[in-house]
């Protein structure tokens, strides 16, 4: 069983930086794909990112240039380096885990297993 709990959100300004973590328990963890998601009030669950057990990634097209997720290996721990923040990046972001490949699939919710609890992030204009 895979376990894992974003943390790090907070209240942020516009242009401001947060830095988000995921430790992963449980399971093969250097093989997963992992990915971040964010989830505004009434809104869909995004895609933000993901990143393979050998540090391959991939962004959204809103986040590319500002957003980095990385890969502790080591820790069993990946974070989200979030700079420039923008009002439109407020929501409960969440980490996930797919045994899946990282491609155009692996951006959707649905691709993942397991979830994390999410924590908020609110950046203000």
């Known amino acids: 069983q895979v376990q894992l709990t974003a943390s790090g959100g907070g209240l942020v300004q516009t242009g401001d930086s947060l830095r988000l973590s995921c430790p992963i328990f449980?399971?093969?963890?250097?093989?997963?794909?992992m990915g971040w998601f964010r989830q505004a009030p009434g809104k869909e669950r995004l895609f933000v990112g993901a990143?393979?057990?050998?540090?391959?990634?991939m962004y959204a097209d809103s986040v590319k240039g500002r957003f980095t997720v990385s890969r502790d290996n080591a820790n069993n721990t990946v974070h989200l380096q979030m700079n420039n923040l923008k009002p439109e990046d407020t929501g409960v972001y969440y980490c996930?885990?797919?045994?899946?490949?990282?491609?155009?699939?692996?951006?959707?919710?649905?691709?993942?297993?397991?979830w994390g609890q999410g924590t908020q992030v609110t950046v203000s204009s």
């Open positions: 449980g399971g093969s963890r250097s093989a997963y794909v």
């Open positions: 990143i393979t057990g050998t540090g391959n990634t």
């Open positions: 996930a885990v797919t045994t899946g490949q990282l491609s155009i699939a692996t951006m959707a919710p649905r691709a993942y297993s397991f």
